[in-house]
């Protein structure tokens, strides 16, 4: 679409108003909405051609840090929100924290489909030394998309310092990348700290197989990342190897059921760097893990999951 603004609400209001007329004179059989910013339009095509409408939230968008600062916007989002999410009969969310929040404040459940990862070619089996890294130092990885503040990065790469005979590995994208290389050019740690940025996932999958350790540490600063269950979790879980995250509730039910890994004390530099530099030196238990891991990877995987999806769509076919 060409719009008139491309960014701030007048983005928004012109983006939903050109959605509402895409989709009233499109000739469809289902509508599918993809987070909140596209509900409104789908919902009132939905009405107004009497088309089923799923609702498919992939986070819980009115507490996004975006918004929790921009009181303003929030509330308007919300107030749609209210107007129209008790009145669906399809939904779908990303893990049951989310869901029973909607449940709690709607009276409607929705169903929970997790983003979990698929299976992977287990054949492809690249060497450390195709991506230049080295074969004697524990390798501890931190992927995403979204490598943003309040996702820990900054206070591991200062744990770093304390942390022996391992390299950080940061792959992908977001706004604290540069304040990262900067903080290693600082810190002196140029050779314990290394980037590469978005990868394809094929690429992606074969890099994460050659780490040691998966970390995610997503900080409890909002309701969105207290609830959070990240893509990266079911990458690691696929790839083969243990995870170290922050004690967020579906994250440690996911790494304490299947027993998998360890949680960070806090993220305070010092604790996280004494926690990873525990793991390392027992590998009698990294061992544990990863056998676990197999076993989970053979559960949690987009194969078993998207079952319950197309159970949901079957009922409109």
């Avoid at 530099?269 to 076993?295: G, H, R, S």
Wanted: glycine share 4%.
């Amino acid at each position: 679409m060409r719009l008139l603004f491309e960014k701030g609400p007048a983005f928004y209001a012109c983006f939903n108003f050109r959605l509402f007329f895409l989709l009233l004179f499109r000739k469809t059989d289902l509508l599918v909405s993809n987070d909140l910013d596209t509900l409104m339009p789908n919902y009132f095509v939905s009405k107004i051609k009497s088309i089923p409408l799923v609702y498919d939230s992939h986070e819980y968008f009115t507490e996004v840090p975006e918004l929790v600062k921009r009181k303003g916007t929030q509330n308007i989002w919300k107030k749609i929100e209210r107007q129209i999410v008790p009145n669906l009969k399809t939904m779908i969310t990303v893990n049951d924290s989310i869901a029973s929040l909607f449940e709690d404040k709607y009276g409607i459940r929705p169903s929970v489909i997790r983003n979990v990862s698929p299976k992977i070619n287990k054949t492809i089996n690249q060497s450390r030394k195709s991506f230049g890294l080295p074969d004697d130092k524990y390798i501890l990885i931190l992927q995403g998309s979204g490598i943003n503040i309040d996702r820990g990065a900054e206070e591991m790469v200062d744990a770093m310092q304390y942390i022996d005979h391992a390299i950080l590995l940061i792959v992908g994208g977001g706004d604290v990348i540069c304040i990262l290389k900067k903080k290693v050019t600082e810190l002196g740690l140029t050779g314990k700290v290394i980037f590469k940025p978005k990868q394809v996932y094929t690429q992606l999958i074969q890099l994460t197989r050659i780490a040691d350790l998966g970390l995610t540490l997503d900080k409890d600063t909002n309701i969105n990342y207290r609830f959070s269950l990240p893509n990266k979790l079911f990458d690691y879980i696929q790839a083969g190897i243990p995870v170290l995250a922050s004690p967020l509730p579906e994250i440690m039910k996911i790494i304490s059921t299947y027993n998998i890994g360890d949680f960070i004390p806090s993220h305070k530099p010092k604790e996280i760097a004494k926690k990873v530099n525990e793991i390392l030196a027992n590998q009698e238990v990294m061992l544990k893990w990863k056998k676990n891991v197999t076993f989970a990877a053979s559960q949690l995987n987009w194969e078993n999951e998207e079952r319950q999806l197309i159970k949901i769509y079957d009922q409109y076919v």
